[in-house]
């Protein structure tokens, strides 16, 4: 589906990042994106931008 898609948007809890078997699913791709909370680890999402990857962080939401 990925391949024949215009975007992907991949949502993951911080926590799933990094590890197996979560990153196994496919490869990283330039375009894509990552919508993830702001506990996801700075060195990580720098990993993923530098990749292409956009990271969108969701904070709490504001009443």
């Known amino acids: 589906m990925a391949r024949r898609s215009?975007?992907?948007y991949v949502l993951a809890?911080?926590?799933k990042l990094?590890?197996?078997p979560f990153h196994a699913w496919a490869p990283w791709q330039p375009g894509w994106s990552l919508v993830t909370d702001t506990s996801a680890d700075?060195?990580?999402v720098d990993a993923l931008g530098a990749r292409g990857v956009?990271?969108?962080l969701a904070?709490?939401?504001v009443n």
């Open 6 to 8: 215009r975007r992907v």
């Open 13 to 15: 809890h911080a926590a």
């Open 18 to 20: 990094g590890t197996a």
């Open 42 to 44: 700075p060195e990580q």
């Open 54 to 56: 956009e990271v969108l």
């Open 59 to 61: 904070g709490p939401a």
